[in-house]
C-alpha cells in the first residue's frame, strides 16, 4: 500500500534507516525536490506504531515543501522522523549512524533540528554530514530562530492590518495575544514599540509578569482571549486552536500568530472564519522567519541577508491575498496555491538544458 500513499501527493522517496547496535530506526521523507534539495527538521518521537511514524513523516515533509516554497526558498521538502523516546533513546552512535544516511543522500535533503532533537544532535550528525543546518555558534550557526520568527510574525501581521484596515499602522490597534513564549516576547517588543495595546495570556504567571511588566500589557485569563473586543488575535502557543467552539467567540478582524496549524480543520475552519469576515494570515507563511534564518546558513550564514528576507513575508502576504482574490478563495488555500504556482514556475525555469547544475549549497 505504500506506493499508493505516495502517489497520493506525488512523494518522491522515502528511505527506512536501520541500525541495530545503535537502535536507529528512523525514516526519511523527501516529499518535492523541484525548487531545490529537500529541507526538513528530524522529529524524535515515541511513536506507537511504525506506520504511525510513516505517516508523520509523510505529512511533515509535504508541509515542508509548502512552506519552503511559499518562502520563497529555493529548497523543497522533506523531514525525518526517528522513532524512539528523546529523554531516553538519544547517542552518539545513533545520530551519527542517521548522519551517514543523510550523506548517502548526496545533499537531496538536508535536515535540521525539530521537536525531540537538539542542536547539540545536529552536531553530532554534522560528524559525518554536510547537509544539516541549525548547527552550534562554532560552526557559523544562525542561532536562536525566534526573534527572526517573531519579526516574520510583525510584519505579516503589518500587511494583515493593511487588508483589515486599510493601513498597515499598528499604532491604536489591540492585539489579543495567545502564550507570550519566546517568539511572542519579542513580537509583543515589535507591537509596543509601534505603539500598539497589548492583552496577553499565557499558562507561566512569569511569563504575563513580563509582558505585563515590560509592555504595559493587560493580562487575561488563558480561556478569555478568544472572546476580547479587540482588532487581531495572535495565536503563538499551541495548535488546532481556531476551531467550532473558539471561532464564534472571536470579536476580531484578523487573525495572524506564531502557531503552527492554527486551523483544526483547514478547509472547514477557514471558511468559517471568511463567514465571519475574519482576515486569516496562513501560519506556515506567517511563521517562516524561522526556517528562512536557518536555510541562511546553507549560504555561510548572513544576519543582514537573513533578516531582509524575513522582511519579504510582507510580500508573500501580498500575493496570497491578491490570489485570494482573485481566485475567489480563502486565504488558506490562497497561501498552497502561491506555493504551487511557484514550484509549478520554476519546473519549466529548470526544464532548460544544463550540463553543470547550480547548488545552493556552498561549500563548508
Ligand atoms: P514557547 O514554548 O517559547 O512559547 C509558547 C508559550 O505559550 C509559552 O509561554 C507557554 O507557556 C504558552 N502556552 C502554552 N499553552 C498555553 C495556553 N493553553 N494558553 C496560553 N498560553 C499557553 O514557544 P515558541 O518558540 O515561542 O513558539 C510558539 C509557537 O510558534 C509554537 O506553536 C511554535 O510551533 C511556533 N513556531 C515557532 C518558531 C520559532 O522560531 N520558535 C518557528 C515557527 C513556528
Given amino acids: 500500500m505504500i506506493f499508493e500513499t505516495l502517489e497520493q501527493y506525488d512523494y518522491e522517496q522515502v528511505v527506512f534507516c536501520q541500525d541495530k547496535a545503535s537502535g536507529l530506526k528512523a525514516?526519511?521523507?523527501?516529499?518535492?525536490?523541484?525548487?531545490?534539495?529537500?529541507?526538513?527538521?528530524?522529529?524524535?518521537?515515541?511513536?506507537?506504531?511504525?506506520?504511525?511514524?510513516?505517516?508523520?513523516?509523510?505529512?511533515?515533509?509535504?508541509?515542508?515543501?509548502?512552506?519552503?516554497?511559499?518562502?520563497?526558498?529555493?529548497?523543497?521538502?522533506?523531514?525525518?522522523?526517528?522513532?524512539?523516546?528523546?529523554?531516553?533513546?538519544?547517542?552518539?552512535?545513533?545520530?551519527?549512524?542517521?548522519?551517514?544516511?543523510?550523506?548517502?543522500?548526496?545533499?537531496?535533503?538536508?535536515?535540521?533540528?525539530?521537536?525531540?532533537?537538539?542542536?547539540?544532535?545536529?552536531?553530532?550528525?554534522?560528524?559525518?554530514?554536510?547537509?544539516?543546518?541549525g548547527l552550534s555558534e562554532s560552526f557559523g550557526s544562525s542561532g536562536n530562530p525566534s526573534p527572526l520568527t517573531a519579526l516574520g510574525v510583525y510584519q505579516a501581521m503589518k500587511r494583515t492590518a493593511k487588508e483589515a484596515f486599510g493601513s498597515d499602522e499598528l499604532k491604536g490597534l489591540k492585539i489579543a495575544v495567545q502564550g507570550v513564549g519566546n517568539v511572542s516576547y519579542t513580537l509583543c517588543k515589535y507591537l509596543h514599540e509601534e505603539g500598539a495595546e497589548l492583552i496577553v495570556t499565557d499558562i507561566f504567571q512569569q511569563s504575563i509578569d513580563r509582558a505585563v511588566n515590560d509592555f504595559g500589557a493587560t493580562a487575561v485569563e488563558p480561556d478569555e482571549i478568544y472572546g476580547i473586543e479587540a482588532d487581531i488575535?495572535?495565536?503563538?502557543?499551541?495548535?488546532?486552536?481556531?476551531?467550532?467552539?473558539?471561532?464564534?467567540?472571536?470579536?476580531?478582524?484578523?487573525?495572524?500568530?506564531?502557531?503552527?496549524?492554527?486551523?483544526?480543520?483547514?478547509?472547514?475552519?477557514?471558511?468559517?472564519?471568511?463567514?465571519?469576515?475574519?482576515?486569516?494570515?496562513?501560519?506556515?507563511?506567517?511563521?517562516?522567519?524561522?526556517?528562512?534564518?536557518?536555510?541562511?546558513?546553507?549560504?555561510?550564514?548572513?544576519?543582514k541577508r537573513a533578516t531582509d528576507k524575513v522582511k519579504e513575508i510582507y510580500n508573500q502576504m501580498d500575493k496570497i491575498f491578491e490570489i485570494a482574490k482573485r481566485d475567489n478563495i480563502s486565504t488558506a488555500l490562497a497561501a498552497d496555491r502561491m506555493a504551487e504556482e511557484r514550484i509549478d514556475q520554476m519546473m519549466r525555469v529548470r526544464s532548460t538544458f544544463s550540463r553543470h547544475e547550480h547548488s545552493i549549497i556552498s561549500r563548508r
Fill in 233 to 303: 488575535f495572535a495565536p503563538c502557543a499551541l495548535g488546532g486552536i481556531l476551531n467550532d467552539e473558539t471561532i464564534p467567540q472571536l470579536k476580531v478582524k484578523a487573525v495572524c500568530g506564531s502557531s503552527n496549524n492554527q486551523l483544526k480543520d483547514m478547509e472547514k475552519h477557514s471558511a468559517q472564519l471568511a463567514e465571519r469576515n475574519i482576515i486569516y494570515a496562513p501560519d506556515f507563511v506567517v511563521n517562516s522567519g524561522g526556517v528562512i534564518n536557518v536555510a541562511d546558513e546553507l549560504h555561510g550564514y548572513n544576519e
Fill in 27 to 133: 525514516i526519511i521523507a523527501i516529499h518535492d525536490t523541484t525548487l531545490g534539495p529537500a529541507l526538513g527538521g528530524c522529529r524524535m518521537w515515541p511513536y506507537a506504531t511504525e506506520e504511525e511514524a510513516i505517516e508523520d513523516a509523510l505529512r511533515l515533509a509535504r508541509g515542508m515543501t509548502y512552506k519552503n516554497a511559499a518562502a520563497g526558498l529555493n529548497l523543497g521538502g522533506g523531514k525525518t522522523v526517528v522513532i524512539g523516546d528523546p529523554k531516553k533513546d538519544k547517542s552518539e552512535a545513533l545520530f551519527r549512524a542517521l548522519g551517514r544516511y543523510v550523506q548517502s543522500l548526496n545533499g537531496r535533503y538536508i535536515t535540521a533540528e525539530d521537536v525531540g532533537t537538539s542542536v547539540s544532535d545536529m552536531d553530532t550528525m554534522h560528524e559525518e554530514t554536510d547537509y544539516v543546518v
